[in-house]
């Protein structure tokens, strides 16, 4: 019966210490999240077979490098361009929409960008406008390029 009771008592023992350790629940994994100046802008009227352009800017609020792996306009008439490299926390980088002017009547275009955020990956950014087979000429804004626009220190 001691026999019993000693083999009893040593495996209850050695279970008690090969127990597994369950942690804690983890808090949301640190990303990298961005915020957008504007993610709607409308052109205005613009001059037909004329390419427009808008400069999207935005921040990396979270706290690792914000990669942007894609982006993607819905048609064929809307060409994409954005920062290539990591943008660490607190930079800035843009992601640019030109637009080529070839049907009269309004329009609405959506660019999807794929990136590694907390918020689902993807932003939708909108351009908009109507184009005027009619308008002679268009006052234009001053080009910027996006190898001109500055990180906030």
């Known amino acids: 019966m001691k026999?019993?009771?000693?083999?009893?008592?040593a495996t209850s023992s050695?279970?008690?210490?090969?127990?597994?350790i369950i942690d804690p629940p983890t808090?949301?994994?640190?990303?990298?999240?961005l915020k957008f100046e504007?993610?709607?802008?409308?052109?205005?009227?613009?001059?037909?077979?004329v390419p427009v352009t808008h400069i999207f800017k935005f921040t990396n609020t979270g706290s690792e490098p914000l990669i942007i792996s894609n982006v993607k306009?819905?048609?064929?008439?809307?060409?994409?361009?954005?920062?290539?490299?990591?943008?660490?926390?607190?930079?800035t980088g843009?992601?640019?929409?030109?637009?080529?002017?070839?049907a009269s009547g309004q329009f609405g275009?959506?660019?999807t960008v794929t990136s590694n955020t907390s918020s689902g990956n993807t932003n939708v950014l909108t351009i908009?406008?109507?184009?005027?087979?009619?308008?002679?000429?268009?006052?234009?804004?001053?080009?910027?390029?996006?190898?001109?626009i500055k990180s906030k220190p």
């Open 14 to 20: 050695n279970m008690m210490l090969n127990a597994q």
């Open 3 to 9: 026999y019993l009771l000693t083999l009893l008592i």
């Open 27 to 33: 808090t949301a994994t640190s990303m990298a999240d």
């Open 73 to 91: 306009a819905g048609c064929g008439c809307t060409t994409p361009d954005w920062t290539k490299q990591p943008i660490p926390p607190g930079k």
């Open 94 to 102: 843009y992601v640019s929409a030109t637009f080529n002017a070839a």
């Open 109 to 111: 275009k959506a660019v």
């Open 38 to 49: 504007e993610e709607t802008f409308d052109f205005g009227k613009i001059k037909w077979n």
């Open 128 to 148: 908009k406008g109507t184009v005027d087979m009619n308008i002679s000429s268009v006052p234009q804004a001053p080009e910027v390029k996006p190898s001109e």
